[in-house]
T-cell receptor, first 114, second 112 residues
Framework: DSGVTQTPKHLITATGQRVTLRCSPR?????VYWYQQSLDQGLQFLIQ???????AKGNILERFSAQQFPDLHSELNLSSLELGDSALYFC?????????????FGPGTRLTVL | QQQVKQSPQSLIVQKGGISIINCAYE??????FPWYQQFPGKGPALLIA?????SEKKEGRFTISFNKSAKQFSLHIMDSQPGDSATYFC???????????FGGGTRLMVKP
């Protein structure tokens, strides 16, 4: 158990809908990262937050947004869902900002868009 | 965005054998290279990591070998066990924040 929690574990929804994925980092970790894992694209970085502020953006679609709250939990919002958004979404957390910081992954949310 | 190329895509090894997975990266400025292990239905778990100031790091049956001049690093699993059957990902720092760029993954199967 990495100490990172994600809810829900599974999510099935229809095209055009909006969903929210939730992540709680390990106790004491200030950075939260969101990654998407799909069969054809592998593990792709989406976005990082550090202590409530956006730190880095990857290949995140404009239909997707995220935020980190004062209690450090984070939410990833996916809107106008398309079939191609079906994937595993992972949250990871780390303690600080140096490149040596180990990232610990949560169990993921499996999103299925029908 | 930095690319990390991982090979092979799949690997079958007999129990007790050595599993070797290779990764190549592009940017010599980066300084942290982790390996993750992922079982079906689970999130990636940090297995072992190396910094480029050393050429090798060993933790139990897992060893990372690092070749800075060739911009390559590899994972060696000694005495491979069926319980090691999983997908392994190498990673390197990306170009923004503290993100990681992952290799494409290697699906390892260890036959009993």
């Amino acid at each position: 158990d990495s100490g990172v929690t994600q809810t829900p574990k599974h999510l099935i929804t229809a095209t055009g809908q909006r969903v929210t994925l939730r992540c709680s980092p390990r106790s004491g970790d200030l950075s939260v990262y969101w990654y998407q894992q799909s069969l054809d694209q592998g593990l792709q970085f989406l976005i990082q937050y550090y202590n409530g502020e956006e730190r880095a953006k990857g290949n995140i679609l404009e239909r997707f947004s995220a935020q980190q709250f004062p209690d450090l939990h984070s939410e990833l919002n996916l809107s106008s869902l398309e079939l191609g958004d079906s994937a595993l979404y992972f949250c990871a957390s780390s303690g600080g900002l140096t490149s040596y910081n180990e990232q610990f992954f949560g169990p993921g949310t499996r999103l299925t868009v029908l | 965005q930095q690319q990390v190329k991982q090979s092979p895509q799949s690997l079958i090894v007999q129990k007790g054998g050595i599993s070797i997975i290779n990764c190549a990266y592009e940017n010599t400025a980066f300084d942290y290279f982790p390996w993750y292990q992922q079982f079906p239905g689970k999130g990636p778990a940090l297995l072992i990591a190396i910094r480029p100031d050393v050429s090798e790091k060993k933790e139990g049956r897992f060893t990372i070998s690092f070749n800075k001049s060739a911009k390559q690093f590899s994972l060696h699993i000694m005495d491979s066990q069926p319980g090691d059957s999983a997908t392994y990902f190498c990673a390197a720092p990306g170009n923004a924040g503290n993100m990681l760029t992952f290799g494409g993954g290697t699906r390892l199967m260890v036959k009993p």
